[in-house]
């Protein structure tokens, strides 16, 4: 009995105390010989025998998982998206039972469709065509507002810091499910292009029908679908006031220091292999993704963050 107490006490400190060694995939038995390195083979021996000189085990050999995934992705931002897509690719390295580090790349792509007239022409130079018409300016033709139509090509870099919760709460030789959490930082790579023009010359806005806007949302945006063009010519306006390697102009890609947090599970199909499911968020502190920035004279309050729901098919090494 008091030999199954010093197992026991051992395991919980080593648990809360150093956060030891997380496994991915499951949770790995660790009475386990084979996962110990050779040379601590000794030291587990003598903790297995339940010396005295020994009261913790050795940690296990830490495990690699190579990860393919792919999801939904939305905006949220100034303009109302559609469901976008997001595939990528990481290794997650585990320094625990507990803790683990993922690095991983992701590539996404936003579309978003306003349903609304929108005064705020000076969120991009090339909506000046709509502006009221001028005697002194023949280049405006338009009735004041514009609908805003925007592609986001995004590329989001990460390392995060992933913990184990089923680890935490208890201490298994085997478990098909794993639930975890993350936090992480996350540099924000994009460039944005707004449906502005039909070709080279503006949307005839004037043309649609006084109660066009007076209707279901749903029903609008699935006529400007067929109004706009789809072919996204207008690089949108960017922060030149933000990080970007020196070069702010709207036609490069922006990168933009952000932080990300999530949670997710794994599903042990094999001894080597699992499925997963994610959900994560990233804040990336920048109102000018969705080329939207610009809200009654002023810049709007809140920042485009980032919705990512991601499947993973995840190999361990």
């Not at 039972?97 to 705020?120: E, F, K, P, T, W």
């Not at 925007?150 to 709460?169: A, E, G, H, Q, R």
């Not at 949307?203 to 007076?214: I, R, S």
Request: hydrophobic share 35%; glycine share 8%.
């Amino acid at each position: 009995m008091a030999s199954k107490k010093v197992t026991l006490l051992a395991i919980l400190v080593m648990v809360v105390s150093s956060g030891a060694f997380a496994q991915l995939g499951g949770v790995l038995d660790y009475q386990d010989s084979t996962k110990i390195k050779s040379k601590k083979l000794p030291q587990f021996n003598e903790w297995k025998s339940n010396s005295k000189s020994n009261f913790f085990p050795p940690a296990p050999r830490a495990m690699g998982q190579l990860s393919l995934n792919g999801g939904l992705m939305l905006m949220d931002g100034d303009c109302p998206t559609s469901p976008g897509f997001n595939v990528g690719v990481s290794y997650r390295k585990a320094l625990g039972y507990v803790v683990s580090l993922r690095a991983g790349i992701n590539y996404a792509q936003a579309r978003g469709l306003d349903y609304r007239r929108n005064g705020n022409l000076g969120n991009s130079r090339a909506l000046d065509v709509y502006k009221e018409p001028n005697p002194l300016d023949p280049t405006r033709v338009g009735p004041g507002w514009y609908v805003h139509s925007f592609k986001s090509d995004i590329f989001t870099p990460s390392l995060d810091l992933i913990i184990n919760f089923n680890n935490v709460m208890f201490h298994r030789k085997s478990s098909k499910f794993a639930f975890y959490g993350l936090v992480g930082y996350t540099p924000t790579i994009y460039r944005t292009k707004l449906d502005a023009l039909a070709g080279a010359r503006p949307y005839g806005f004037n043309a649609l029908n006084p109660n066009f806007f007076d209707r279901p949302r749903k029903d609008i945006r699935n006529d400007l679908k067929d109004f706009f063009d789809g072919d996204y010519e207008t690089f949108a306006n960017v922060n030149d006031r933000a990080p970007n390697f020196n070069n702010s102009a709207n036609d490069k890609f922006q990168i933009r220091h952000s932080i990300n947090v999530g949670i997710g599970t794994e599903f042990r199909i094999a001894s080597r292999m699992s499925l997963g499911f994610e959900l994560k968020q990233i804040f990336t502190r920048d109102d000018y993704i969705d080329g939207w920035f610009l809200n009654n004279g002023g810049l709007t309050p809140d920042k485009d963050n980032l919705l990512f729901s991601n499947l993973f098919i995840n190999f361990n090494l």
